[in-house]
């Protein structure tokens, strides 16, 4: 599992109102909390193949009515490798996703697609139907 700082979002998790950073084992490792259920926050790395961008994005940047087509025409599979990576944040009781797709560059490295993408409650139940 990842951890949240190394993310290319970390810096917009730690300036979400509903998220804290508690720390745990005697103050060496640091966890995220959606503050409003309490629920430890993890951290996921998905690969796809190129061809998931367009379906990716789609939910990614969905408005709200429009989210819930894009989770249903949802059909692409992840990829033990790929050039394409999903940063997930979810939180165990899904009712927080964060969400942020970046793609393999020149540099070998990842480079942000998308900017993150917040969902809570009911749509991020939706969303993490599919995760």
């Known amino acids: 599992m990842a951890n949240f700082n190394n993310l290319q979002m970390a810096n917009a998790l730690l300036a979400h109102e509903k998220l804290s950073v ?3 084992l005697f103050g060496l490792k640091k966890r995220l909390v959606y503050i409003p ?3 430890p926050v993890k ?3 998905d690969n796809y193949h190129a061809d998931a961008v367009d379906q990716l994005q789609r939910i990614i940047e969905s408005d709200d ?3 819930a087509a894009a989770v249903k025409s949802f ?3 992840k990829q033990p490798i790929g050039n394409v990576e999903l940063d997930i944040c979810l939180s165990e009781d899904k009712n927080f996703v964060a969400l942020q797709l970046l793609r393999f560059g020149d540099e070998y ?5 998308t900017e993150p993408a917040f969902f809570e409650g009911e749509q991020a139940q939706l ?3 599919i995760l």
């Open 127 to 129: 969303v993490s139907s």
């Open 65 to 67: 009515k429009g989210l």
């Open 37 to 39: 259920t309490g629920s």
């Open 75 to 77: 059909r692409a599979k």
């Open 109 to 113: 490295a990842y480079h942000p697609i």
């Open 22 to 24: 508690k720390s745990i």
């Open 43 to 45: 951290v996921i790395r």
